[in-house]
Nanobody, 124 residues
Framework: QVHLVESGGGLVPPGGSLRLSCAASGRTFRSSAMGWFRQALGKERESVAAISWSGSRTGYADSVKGRFTISRDNAKNTVYLRMNSLKPEDTAVYYC?????????????????WGQGTQVTVSS
């Protein structure tokens, strides 16, 4: 069992940066693949980035490659998403998720523990 709480969302102008954090509790965090997903108003939830349990492997959606960076600190039970060069189309609720069954995965169905989400709005 993993409990997840996201933070760090907010309003930022185009071209700006934000860092999201996801604090996890539960004994299985350090062996879980972690991912960030987002859902814009009226759209389906989509993958953003994922990181393996060890942190040695990462993956990104094409729309965020080169702008977003996922990382994790297993000593702090925390996963981060650094977002640079933000665009209005990045506006969404961002969710942190943990996979109890996969060491690394970028697809939604692999994740069975979800946070409550944090709003990111990119607007001038």
């Amino acid at each position: 069992q993993v409990h997840l709480v996201e933070s760090g969302g907010g309003l930022v102008p185009p071209g700006g940066s934000l860092r999201l954090s996801c604090a996890a509790s539960g004994r299985t965090f350090r062996s879980s693949a972690m991912g960030w997903f987002r859902q814009a108003l009226g759209k389906e939830r989509e993958s953003v980035a994922a990181i393996s349990w060890s942190g040695s492997r990462t993956g990104y959606a094409d729309s965020v490659k080169g702008r977003f960076t996922i990382s994790r600190d297993n000593a702090k039970n925390t996963v981060y998403l650094r977002m640079n060069s933000l665009k209005p189309e990045d506006t969404a609720v961002y969710y942190c998720a943990a996979s109890g069954n996969y060491g690394f995965a970028l697809f939604l169905a692999a994740y069975n523990y979800w946070g409550q989400g944090t709003q990111v709005t990119v607007s001038s």
